[in-house]
């Protein structure tokens, strides 16, 4: 008999999605209060960042959930 436990790997992948999800979250209330409040050049910053720290991060999330499934799939 097999337990529905979830595997190490399930449980960071997790986790990953959680916070990264937050940190958008996070910067969209920055970019929406810089807008609203007229200091403009920090959402030039913000969107720097974004695309500089974000992206590479969501490829390599979205890698681990490839890696997930496959693993998962196959257990």
């Known amino acids: 008999m097999t337990t529905n436990k979830d595997t190490l790997l399930f449980r960071l992948v997790a986790k990953s999605i959680k916070y990264f999800l937050l940190m958008l979250f996070g ?8 807008t ?3 200091t403009v050049h920090i959402n030039s910053m913000l969107v720097a960042i974004l ?3 974000f992206g590479p991060l969501a490829v390599i999330l979205l890698c681990l959930i490839t890696i997930m499934v496959i693993v998962e799939s196959v257990r």
């Open 51 to 53: 695309q500089a720290v």
């Open 27 to 34: 910067f969209a209330i920055v970019y929406v209060i810089s």
């Open 36 to 38: 609203v409040l007229g």
